[in-house]
């Protein structure tokens, strides 16, 4: 939970950091009531398009984010893309339509949506994106997925270590997802972390699934579970 709280806070306050002293376009419907004394103003309007908010971890960090952006009495919407890059684009391209004065952006493929940022950018919004590093953006939030699953494929040596030799190897099935950038170099890191901390022959991977969300991967992991009990 404070990774989650900690996370908000961070998004929220690198929004802040971009919204102070920024001039914005004319104002939209509604604008008029909100205070402007040189570009700075008492509430901004935020678009948020998130990968997926049946992952429990993002879904837990934009509920606190939700709740601070409520604390300041900013304007915001919170969707969805369901992890598809057109809907995400079309998700900015309303954003820039209603008159955003910022706009959140957990890119499905971050790529895909380079173009329809700059749009966004040449509107005079604010641009931030995190997980994955992007060109046309104001701000980039980016964490080191690989060195974070090299953590995790440390913490899992640790147990194997312990409790399996070369003679009883470990059975392992590794949760990612190649389709999503930055889950594919998590799920590297985790093999490089095992490879690098583990015993000589104590463990070898027997699957890799996708698991972007809790109920993908449960299906997944149970299907492995039947083929590899042990």
């Not at 984010?65 to 915001?76: R, S």
């Not at 690098?196 to 890799?208: F, H, L, S, T």
């Amino acid at each position: 939970m404070k990774k989650k709280i900690l996370s908000a806070i961070l998004c929220v306050a690198m929004i802040a950091t971009m919204a102070v002293g920024c001039t914005t376009k004319s104002p939209t419907s509604g604008g008029d009531d909100k205070k402007d004394d040189g570009g700075k103003k008492d509430s901004y309007k935020v678009g948020i398009t998130i990968q997926s908010l049946k992952n429990d971890y993002w879904a837990g960090v934009m509920g606190k984010l939700e709740e601070l952006m409520k604390d300041k009495g900013w304007d915001y919407t919170l969707q969805d893309c369901s992890d598809n890059s057109a809907t995400q684009i079309s998700q900015i391209e309303n954003f820039i339509t209603s008159g955003c004065d910022l706009i959140m952006v957990h890119p499905s493929d971050a790529e895909g949506v380079e173009t329809v940022c700059q749009s966004a950018l040449d509107a005079g919004i604010k641009v931030m994106c995190w997980d994955d590093p992007m060109t046309n953006t104001t701000a980039n939030w980016i964490l080191d997925n690989t060195a974070l699953g090299n953590d995790i494929g440390k913490t899992a040596a640790a147990f194997i270590n312990e409790h399996y030799t070369a003679d009883k190897p470990a059975e392992v099935c590794v949760i990612g997802k190649p389709s999503t950038k930055v889950l594919l170099e998590r799920a590297n890191g985790i093999k490089e972390g095992l490879e690098e901390n583990c015993d000589e022959g104590n463990y070898k991977i027997v699957a890799e699934v996708d698991g972007l969300e809790a109920n993908e991967a449960q299906t997944n992991v149970e299907t492995v579970l039947q083929a590899h009990p042990d």
